[in-house]
């Protein structure tokens, strides 16, 4: 007869909280959550402007709220995380071959950081144009 | 047990959502940060004057064509990629009931916040 | 004292008398040069000769070594004891994968998943003998070589949460697999496994953790031929919805 009997572990359910590579996973998906709230705000904001003027500045002054402040310094920390995340792995899903050889990732997360910061200072400038 | 047969493979509709995801990730890397930076915290700090995001400012920009629909892009995209990421975070976090519910509930939403964004500048147009 | 020792758990099952894994201790003399996999061995030599564990090559070729070394997946044969000391080492049998019996696991889902991708030349039309050999350049080599340095250790599979989720997840190393084969220059059989891939179990149980890549001993990078099968599944479902077939 056979003595075999394999055991079978259980996932624990806090298994994202044992492993510090898990954890910064789900920062990483957990980032979402401040940024559906950011866009809602500004979802709010829109359905605030078609109101007029007067709810167009009452949402503006909300958002001088020191609360509202807080908020969006946690979502700015967790977006830029989101950032470079994603700048880390954009290169995985672009097999860019030059002469026979594959463009090094390092290149392509290069050029990503080189156009976020671009793509930010225009958009500060063309703001407060 | 080697199976002759050929097994029937189903073809999932994820690359849909996946495209949407990473096209919301993408503009969300990019954009996502100066925006919270320049909304969210510099103008209530006064460091950028709010005349620049004055009601008449914004107004005049929300309802030219390409306005809105930056607008519409900016605001709406994102969430395709976060409510995709909170669909699938639900299952990392072992919650497995209802996972048909849950993509009814999680996409709908992303659509639903579209619509109503869209609708809103269209009335303003 | 001259001889410093390293104190070694292991996560022990013997399935004919345990209801379920408790961990038990030994100290091992400690040695800079002395690989994970050789404190086992010394062990079994001279401490305890009930402990079991698979070894066959001892240089990060077979595959047969994989555990959890403080909880990540290595290969025992590729990480030393001075990568820890004076810490304990805590040995656990590769998470993810049912106990056979101490650091041994049931290994029988992984090489189904392996086998279920079709990992075998699908040429257009079988040449004959005579007609020689199928021709490939460096360049078309170089396509594919990456994921063909697999060597079905299966710690990706014991590094990735969507697998543990879900064991229908086809999974890391056999995903890497197929892409190895659809980037063959003499396969023709892309059509084919294009179908396994698009499936939920195929490339889209994966939510890109990307751990599977770091633990990988041989570079192999999992994580980036999914990604790469996702880009390609999303034009095939492109070409379906124009072209059903
Ligand atoms: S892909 Fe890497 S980690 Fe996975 S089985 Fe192959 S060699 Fe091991
Ligand atoms: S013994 Fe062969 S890989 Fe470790």
């Known amino acids: ?129 | 047990m080697s199976n002759t047969t050929e097994k029937t493979y189903t073809r999932s509709h994820e690359p849909i959502f996946w495209g949407l995801f990473g096209a919301g990730g993408m503009l969300t890397a990019f954009l996502t940060p100066v925006m919270i930076l320049i909304t969210g915290i510099l103008i209530p700090l006064g460091l950028i004057d709010s005349k620049h995001l004055s009601y008449e400012k914004v107004h005049l920009f929300a309802t030219s064509w390409y306005g809105a629909a930056i607008v519409l892009v900016l605001v709406a995209l994102p969430l395709w990629h976060t409510l995709h990421r909170i669909y699938h975070a639900l299952h990392d976090l072992g919650i497995k009931r209802g996972r048909d519910l849950q993509q009814v509930f999680c996409y709908g939403f992303a659509f639903a916040v579209s619509i109503f964004v869209f609708t809103l500048l269209l009335q303003m147009f | 004292m001259n001889a410093s020792t390293i104190t070694i758990d292991i996560l022990r099952y013997r399935p004919e008398m345990d209801e379920k894994p408790f961990t038990q201790s030994y100290e091992v003399p400690y040695s800079a040069d002395l690989s994970v996999l050789e404190s086992l061995q010394y062990i079994k030599d001279h401490l305890d000769s009930t402990v079991s564990f698979r070894w066959s090559c001892r240089m990060a070729i077979c595959g047969s070594c994989g555990m959890m070394v403080n909880g990540v997946p290595k290969l025992g044969c590729k990480v030393f004891l001075r990568d820890y000391y004076p810490k304990k080492v805590t040995l656990a049998p590769l998470a993810n994968f049912p106990i056979e019996r101490d650091l041994v696991v049931v290994m029988d889902d992984f090489i189904d998943k392996l086998e279920s991708v079709k990992p075998y030349l699908i040429p257009e039309k079988e040449k004959d003998l005579a007609t020689g050999p199928h021709q490939q350049t460096p360049l078309q080599m170089e396509k594919f070589k990456q994921f063909s340095m697999c060597i079905n250790c299966g710690l990706c599979y014991a590094a990735c949460p969507q697998y543990a989720l879900d064991k229908k997840f086809t999974g890391p190393a056999a995903l890497a697999l197929l892409a190895r084969y659809n980037r063959d220059s003499r396969d023709n059989g892309e059509a084919e496994r294009m179908k396994i891939v698009n499936q939920e179990e195929g490339v889209w149980g994966c939510t890109f953790v990307g751990y599977c890549s770091v633990v990988c001993p041989k570079d192999v990078d999992p994580a980036a031929a999914i990604q790469l099968l996702k880009v390609d599944s999303s034009k095939d479902y492109l070409i379906g919805m124009f072209k059903p077939d």
């Open chain 1, 1 to 129: 007869m056979s003595k075999r009997k394999p055991y079978v572990r259980e996932l624990p359910i806090d298994w994202w909280l044992k492993n510090a590579f898990y954890t910064k996973y789900m920062i990483r998906e957990g980032s979402s959550l401040f940024i559906t709230l950011y866009s809602l705000i500004l979802a709010w904001g829109v359905f605030r402007l078609s109101q007029g003027e007067a709810a167009f500045n009452a949402w503006m002054a909300a958002l001088h709220h020191p609360f509202s402040i807080i908020l969006h310094l946690i979502a700015l920390a967790l977006a830029l995380y989101h950032t470079v995340t994603w700048f880390s792995l954009a290169p995985k899903a672009i097999a860019l071959w030059i002469k026979g050889k594959r463009l090094p990732d390092k290149f392509i997360i290069a050029g990503h950081y080189g156009a976020f910061v671009v793509v930010s200072i225009f958009c500060l400038i063309i703001i407060t144009l």
